[in-house]
T-cell receptor, first 113, second 113 residues
Framework: DAGVTQSPTHLIKTRGQQVTLRCSPKSGHDTVSWYQQALGQGPQFIFQYYEEEERQRGNFPDRFSGHQFPNYSSELNVNALLLGDSALYLC????????????FGEGSWLTVV | DAKTTQPPSMDCAEGRAANLPCNHSTISGNEYVYWYRQIHSQGPQYIIHGLKNNETNEMASLIITEDRKSSTLILPHATLRDTAVYYCIVSNAGGTSYGKLTFGQGTILTVHP
């Protein structure tokens, strides 16, 4: 049983460019959340998708957007990249039900130069 | 989500039990206590979670006080591979919180030979 898988694992982008990160949830999970983790900090919640809709959003600008597909996989898009967007981007999946376990992927390292 | 307080760092000798405390005095009745750990440059790893009863799995035990205002994560026989940042999180991770976990700074556990 595959866990949460993310791609790519590492990438380098230039300021002003756009990036798309991908996530496949753990088998049987229907809910995907995205987190940003800057160096030396704890992960920060970006947003969560369920039934192909954004259900809750953290304190991130509209440059951060996402999508969930019918097979529950998800994408995170970041437009107009800034140097400060350099971080580890984590995907987490679960069932949408109180008290269920949330599993994280290994993340995608984004460096903006 | 309720806020948690953890010591910034702890040490433990290899083979001994590691007891990691967490205060969550503002926890509400429908919030669970989750523990995750993160080894450098990897995604957070789920350890255990509970609502009000003590829980045990193959990795650890979770002891929640009767008033639910604090908890302790116990690693019964710490190894060098348990060196990591440990996060205590309280969340109604389903329901209205839609899978949002609020990470603090965590406790850096260092296991010594």
């Amino acid at each position: 049983d595959a866990g949460v898988t993310q791609s790519p694992t590492h990438l380098i982008k230039t300021r002003g460019q756009q990036v798309t990160l991908r996530c496949s949830p753990k088998s049987g999970h229907d809910t995907v959340s995205w987190y940003q983790q800057a160096l030396g900090q704890g992960p920060q919640f970006i947003f969560q998708y369920y039934e192909e809709e954004e259900r809750q959003r953290g304190n991130f600008p509209d440059r951060f957007s996402g999508h969930q597909f019918p097979n529950y996989s998800s994408e995170l898009n970041v437009n107009a990249l800034l140097l400060g967007d350099s971080a580890l981007y984590l995907c987490a999946s679960s069932w949408l039900d109180s008290g269920n376990t949330i599993y994280f992927g290994e993340g995608s390292w984004l460096t903006v130069v | 989500d309720a806020k948690t307080t953890q010591p910034p760092s702890m040490d433990c000798a290899e083979g001994r039990a590691a007891n990691l405390p967490c205060n969550h005095s503002t926890i509400s009745g429908n919030e669970y206590v989750y523990w995750y750990r993160q080894i450098h440059s990897q995604g957070p790893q789920y350890i255990i979670h509970g609502l009000k009863n003590n829980e045990t799995n193959e990795m650890a035990s979770l002891i929640i006080t009767e008033d639910r205002k604090s908890s302790t994560l116990i690693l019964p026989h710490a190894t060098l591979r348990d060196t990591a940042v440990y996060y205590c999180i309280v969340s109604n991770a389903g329901g209205t919180s839609y899978g949002k976990l609020t990470f603090g700074q965590g406790t850096i556990l260092t296991v010594h030979p």
